[in-house]
């Protein structure tokens, strides 16, 4: 549905492209997250830790936040329940004790491990409706648009965001 503000054109179309943005988003979660959740037992945020620990390594817990986009204190909470089922282990920074670094121990890998193949699979289906040169469009835009959003804010979390995606 396009908007219906009666705007500027550039205030409309503006307005269309986010709606836009954000009802494909909707979407493409509500493909992806239920079977998270109901098959695995894993929640969004998890899934966002675990992955980032699988692919990044071991990182201090505000890092980690900055990745996921979320707030330190909501990350606690996820870290919390993670630590309690053994997929995550905390462990201060042998360098500066001030610091807890989060690292992903074997079971999580192999939580991981027996879910992201199809929650991969799960997510080319979400994106069939657009080609290869068209996923890569959207990857540039949305890049494009998550810098220019960081540069208007200019706060670290908006760089934070911008250089993750």
Do not use: W
């Not at 027996?114 to 799960?122: A, C, D, E, G, Y």
Request: aromatic share 4%.
């Amino acid at each position: 549905m396009a908007t219906h503000h009666d705007g500027t054109e550039q205030e409309r179309r503006a307005l269309d492209a986010y709606i836009k943005l954000m009802r494909s988003t909707i979407a493409v979660n509500a493909r992806l997250m239920p079977p998270l959740l109901a098959e695995y037992g894993i929640t969004p945020t998890q899934l966002g830790v675990l992955e980032a620990l699988s692919h990044l390594g071991a990182m201090p817990h505000c890092a980690l936040a900055g990745k996921l986009l979320v707030s330190a204190s909501n990350l606690t909470t996820v870290l919390d329940n993670l630590e309690r089922d053994g997929l995550v282990r905390r462990d201060r920074d042998p360098r500066d004790r001030r610091v807890s670094m989060t690292s992903l121990t074997p079971a999580g890998q192999a939580r991981l491990a027996s879910f992201f193949p199809q929650h991969v699979q799960r997510l080319v289906d979400a994106m069939s409706g657009l080609d290869a040169s068209e996923q890569f469009e959207l990857a540039r835009l949305c890049r494009k648009l998550g810098r220019t959003a960081a540069a208007l804010e200019g706060q670290d979390t908006a760089a934070t965001i911008a250089r993750s995606t």
